[in-house]
């Protein structure tokens, strides 16, 4: 977390008069909830004010010059590709995504975006729906999601654009902070089609006290000034939402959980595996790897699991982006990582799908695609805004490419 930004958090969590006793309805009911309510800093339009200005001095060069083919294109899988790795990928210039005008903020603290990244896209009935991350600054805090859509079919919208473009939604944004576990965010969604539903989860992002930090201690994976817990939100048709709130206890997450990773085939739906829906957790849960399980993508019980062993690249796990069922018995989790020398890195581990927890084999390369992957027209696709010139709100929509004709960069 870049120092600007921490220091807005720790300054809200420090500045804040948190009601003894206070009580949040949104919570999820669970004891560690319950008592996390009571050392929450409440949510208000000064507050939000005050972390769109910190969003807007948010300066961090590392993410700054993420590139994504560094981690996606021919050179990053090299000559020995297995036939099981998901990618390369390389732009299709056609498929771009630009974000020409600011939302209506309602609100009304004057926030703006800058900055488009970490989206996730769906497929439904001939239309593909991108869910987004737009920020004042690259990488800040004080994120909102947006939503656009374009017509696959070429029979139209109905409502007179065009529909060989991108639509972006007037109803923008369609997730923004209104709970405290939201204060300082809301980001990276994950779109799943499951139970005849959609189902959005996205981090709500929030400032740490030191009341809430001393009740929830993680040793294993230390969090300072920002929290950060996986929310839910539901919808029979990609439009309209409700949101469920967070999904994990503090009393396991230990301020910090992270991911959502649910293993998606190549139209969007979540995949059971063994008879109920899986969750990848690399993120919080005081530094152990956990995976949820669920019957019905509602309710989620996590418990400790090692699923992914990165010792052969030498390298620091930061989070697992994507899991990819590829149809053919094959789960592949898409990870981001560091290398032996400490440079951001993406891999790929291999495992059947019906056994979703015993590692097959890691190879590198990778999409990062934290909202996960998809087929359009026969090809997996994903999108990311990192290589967008400063000042400009580009999602580019990277297809699966031969190794010939990937760029290498």
Known sequence: MDPATTTAARDLARAAAVPAGSVDHDATGATGATALAAHRVP????????????????????????????FSGAAAYGADRPDWAVGPFAADPALTFTLDHQWDDPDGIGWTSSSLYNPTMIEHEGV???????????????????????????????????????????????????????????????????EDRFWLFYNGIWPITEEARAAFPSSGYPVEAVGCDMMLAVSDDLVTWERLGPIADPEQTRLWAKGAVIPRDEHGDAVRVGGEYLMFVSEGFDGVLHVGRSDDMRTWAFEPTPYLDLSSVGGHLHEVAAAIVTGDGRLVLDVFHDDAEGRFAASQALYDVEHPFDQLALTPGGSLCWGGLGRVDGRWTFAQGWDAPPGRRDLYVYREASTSDAPTT
Do not use: C, M
Request: no cysteine; aromatic share 4%.
């Open 43 to 70: 949510l208000t339009r000064d507050r939000l004010r005050q972390v769109l200005d910190g969003a807007l001095a948010h300066r961090n060069a590392l993410t700054s010059a993420l590139a994504q083919l560094t």
């Open 128 to 194: 593909l729906h991108l869910f987004y991350r737009a920020s004042p600054v690259k990488e800040s805090l004080g994120s909102r999601i947006g939503h656009a859509t374009r017509d696959l079919t070429g029979t139209g919208s109905g409502n007179g654009t065009d529909t060989a473009a991108w639509v972006d939604d007037p109803a923008n944004p369609v997730v923004r902070p209104t709970r405290d576990l939201e204060l300082l965010g809301t980001e990276d969604p994950k779109v799943y089609r499951a």
